[in-house]
């Protein structure tokens, strides 16, 4: 069965800070890894999804990178804002189709 | 539209009650999922519809039983559920092509947060 671990499990930065979330994964046979953020109390917004022959996705000051030999995603988050503040979590599909969420990474961007 | 959406927004129901969660988007997506989220955890797959087939269920307890009645629809009955149970109900949908391994990037409804009494 896949595991997906996050590092670190919550993190609080200033805001303008440029920051990075892991995602690490034991079954390189991913097929996509999508990565979401969500605020207290609602659903799941997708930020990125970067396909297994892919290495990285960019959309605004977000990239994403994914490197299936060593296990691992990252989420860049470039110039924080207060509004980055959530819980962020990556997801990654296997070539069987079941799809498994890290443990997340809950963020607080400082005004 | 690149919405999905839920009701309710909240249920209460005791553990006698029959209810029913409802799922809907106009995506053309013939991927639909049920999540269950506890809180401050992560969301846990119950089951996946593909082409309104049931393809995934994930060991789930036979008090929730799924429905995909059309390709935009999805509902989630509960019957007989336990204080446990109480959670967050999370609906997704997403791209498929029927017989290939091709699930793409999963949209998710804003949920329905249950409280079993």
Known sequence: ??????????????????????????????????????????????????????????????????????????????????????????????TGNQFYFGTGTSLTVIP | DTEVTQTPKHLVMGMTNKKSLKCEQHMGHRAMYWYKQKAKKPPELMFVYSYEKLSINESVPSRFSPECPNSSLLNLHLHALQPEDSALYLCASSQTRAGRSSYNEQFFGPGTRLTVL
């Open chain 1, 1 to 94: 069965k896949q595991e997906v671990t996050q590092i670190p499990a919550a993190l609080s930065v200033p805001e303008g800070e440029n920051l990075v979330l892991n995602c690490s994964f034991t079954d390189s046979a991913i097929y996509n890894l999508q990565w979401f953020r969500q605020d207290p109390g609602k659903g799941l917004t997708s930020l990125l999804l970067i396909q297994s022959s892919q290495r990285e996705q960019t959309s605004g000051r977000l990239n994403a990178s994914l490197d299936k030999s060593s296990g691992r995603s990252t989420l860049y988050i470039a110039a924080s804002q207060p509004g980055d503040s959530a819980t962020y979590l990556c997801a990654g599909r296997n």
